[in-house]
């Protein structure tokens, strides 16, 4: 017992004349990745001055672009862009309002961000730095914006989301105040998106009898495998529309129903898209890290119940469904905050403190509906519900919006900035409300083939 305690004694004083060691960080495959920024080539606008060229990033340089007409209003848009893939090249994409906004007055600036992937972190620094820069980078010829609004599409709206957060403001380390945000078809739950990517070929495997086998062995065994999970749920594949079958199919339809915000319309054209499940399917297999952007799986389905019916408990056969499903559980902390910069995928928590309106397809099987449910949730929980007007559109397609779409958010969202006075908006949750065959009519203009039209006014 003497020799112990001496023997700790001595370990003791040891650690205690021992400098302290840094703590070990996070490694992930994305900051392995190298990326190359590329210097636009935007045609300029006569009547307005265009700034091209490459900047320091968070992962590196990025690229950018600056656009500024003669009659600027001293407003800035920033505008952030959606999934560019996995290429090596960083290149700014032009925004889908860019004539709009330089024939009212705004000035708006895009960053291609250092790095691709969903690098949702390097978005939300890389866009705050350039407008940051803004003045810098014209060449001193303008002076900093009187306002500055975010506008994002897809990964972008959850760029545009993350940007007026709370949390962001608080540990960004490219600070940047923005007077609103419009956050378009977005990723509105960090975490819900990666659970919907990794349940629905999950649920798809199972269906087919090829659950174990296809979890959780990797992406190579699910693509073997795909042919044969498609064969047992649907009927058809062949071109731009599925047809799923009368029985595993229509089982798969229902959880993917449910799923993704409930019954409502146009969900069942987004769900037959070919475009869009082969884009959720190609997730299949996948270790829930987001392709190396997290070092540890962020996705769980511990606790998740599939149901294909509508009924207040499961039916017997759900139960049975349930209980042979492969269960996948998350790593603890995948997502943790980091020093001197926001979480590598940022939160978004309802936190905000300027007007946000969002807009979103009911039909978008990739970044589906029920992101808008839970973002009204989570503002209504922080308080923030009268800051937050959300729109639904009636079309198939992820980012499906027509141009008239786009200007009348974009109009009425700075007219509320700049008056006070909110504007219209459509309830997400109220399940009743959602699943009317009428549900969307108020914000969607223009028609889509194969979506029914709506009743005259």
Not at 151 to 166: C, D, I, Q
Not at 248 to 275: H, M, Y
Not at 286 to 294: H, I, K, N, Q, R
Not at 359 to 388: C, I, K, S, W
Request: hydrophobic share 40%; with cysteine.
């Amino acid at each position: 017992m003497r020799a112990l305690t001496a023997a700790l004694l001595s370990a003791l004083a040891l650690s205690a004349c021992t400098p302290p060691q840094p703590p070990v960080l996070d490694t992930r495959t994305q900051d392995t990745r190298t990326f190359t920024a590329v210097v636009p080539t935007l045609s300029p606008v006569p009547g307005a001055d265009l700034y091209q060229g490459k900047m320091a990033g968070l992962r590196g340089e990025a690229s950018y672009a600056i656009e500024v007409p003669a009659n600027w209003n001293g407003q800035l848009v920033m505008y952030a862009h959606g999934y560019a893939g996995e290429g090596k090249e960083l290149r700014v994409q032009a925004p889908p309002l860019r004539a709009l906004w330089l024939s009212q007055g705004y000035a708006w600036a895009a960053s291609s961000y250092s790095a691709n992937y969903y690098d949702v972190q390097a978005g939300v620094e890389d866009t705050n730095a350039l407008a940051n820069a803004f003045g810098s980078l014209t060449g001193g010829k303008y002076g900093a914006p009187k306002k500055t609004l975010i506008v994002g599409v897809s990964m972008g709206g959850h760029v545009a989301g993350a940007a007026v957060e709370k949390e962001t403001l608080a540990t960004a380390k490219n600070k940047t105040t923005y007077a609103a945000a419009l956050p378009l078809c977005g990723v509105m739950d960090e975490e819900y998106e990666f659970q919907w990517l990794g349940d629905y070929p999950l649920v798809a495997a199972q269906l087919a009898g090829l659950g174990p086998k296809a979890f959780p062995q990797g992406q190579d065994t699910f693509r073997a495998l795909l042919p044969d999970i498609l064969a047992a749920n649907f009927s058809s594949t062949a071109g731009a529309t599925w047809q799923e079958n009368a029985t595993q199919g229509a089982k798969l339809r229902e959880i993917a129903r449910n799923l993704t915000g409930g019954p409502r319309p146009v969900f069942e054209l987004g769900f037959r898209s070919a475009q869009w499940q082969q884009a959720v399917l190609s997730t299949g297999g996948a270790d829930g890290t987001v392709m190396g952007v997290l070092p540890r799986n962020i996705y769980s389905n511990a606790n998740t119940t599939y149901r294909w019916t509508q009924g207040a408990t499961p039916t017997e056969a759900e139960k049975a469904f349930n209980a042979s499903i492969v269960r996948v559980t998350a790593a603890a902390d995948p997502n943790p905050a980091r020093p001197g910069t926001v979480r590598w995928l940022p939160r978004v928590n309802g936190e905000f403190s300027v007007p946000v309106l969002t807009m979103h397809t009911t039909g978008d099987f990739y970044v589906p509906f029920r992101h808008q449910q839970l973002y009204r949730a989570a503002a209504n929980a922080a308080g923030n519900g009268e800051r937050l007007v959300q729109r639904a559109i009636r079309a198939a397609g992820h980012c499906e919006f027509t141009p008239a779409e786009l200007v009348e958010a974009f109009t009425d969202l700075v007219k509320w900035e700049a008056t006070g006075v909110k504007p219209a908006g459509d309830d997400v949750t109220t399940p009743s409300v959602v699943a009317d065959p009428a549900y969307g009519c108020r914000f969607t203009r223009g028609t889509r083939a194969g979506v029914d039209a709506c009743p005259a006014n």
